[in-house]
């Protein structure tokens, strides 16, 4: 529970902080994460959705597509707040990803303390592997460890995962019921994209 708290205090310390980070910075335009997003609105995997990536400490790209009130017309974006799952405050995109940022970057817990927490605890599980807190992914040939978080609930899917290795944490959050596995298959698709921005 403490965990949690202490979760749900930086992500809305760091959305305000986004904010002001996104206005000066100026975040690219990124066509092809873009395509990639309007791709999945348009086969009708959600109603809307909201992805981003940090590589290297720098917001790099979040952008929003579909709606979030589809009957009003209301455009889905980076920054609107939804419900993500099992963490039932409204956070946008953009908070989730700097969380995966302050992982990334020891800035949230020491890297001793994350590889601690990324251990297989050797607990029965189905599918992959669950650290202390983490759902651990193994290696990626291109990019390394990969772990993060995932889940779903009415009307919310929501996925990070964090690639230490490369310094980028990337999410994909989506105001669908069931969408879970699209979410995360794009947030695996946005692996390459987010590499191409790299310095």
């Not at 230490?164 to 794009?186: E, F, Y």
């Amino acid at each position: 529970m403490k965990g949690l708290f202490i979760t749900l205090i930086i992500c809305c310390l760091s959305t305000f902080n986004f904010a002001q980070n996104a206005n000066q910075s100026n975040l690219g335009q990124n066509p092809e994460a873009q395509k990639l997003l309007d791709a999945a609105i348009e086969a009708g995997a959600f109603t809307g959705a909201a992805a981003g990536f940090m590589v290297d400490g720098k917001s790099t790209w979040s952008s929003g597509a579909g709606y979030s009130d589809e009957a009003n017309k209301k455009e889905f974006d980076a920054q609107t707040k939804s419900r993500i799952a099992s963490i039932t405050k409204p956070m946008a995109a953009i908070a989730i990803m700097l969380f995966g940022n302050a992982i990334v970057n020891n800035t949230l817990i020491t890297e001793s303390t994350r590889k601690m927490m990324l251990q297989d605890t050797g607990l029965k599980t189905v599918g992959n592997i669950y650290g202390l807190g983490w759902y651990l992914y193994g290696q990626n040939p291109k990019y390394g460890n990969v772990f993060g978080q995932n889940d779903a609930q009415t009307g919310a899917s929501a996925h990070l995962m964090i690639l230490p290795d490369v310094k980028t944490s990337i999410i994909v959050l989506a105001n669908t019921s069931g969408s879970m596995q699209r979410a995360s298959n794009i947030t695996v698709q946005l692996f390459d994209i987010a590499a191409k921005t790299r310095s």
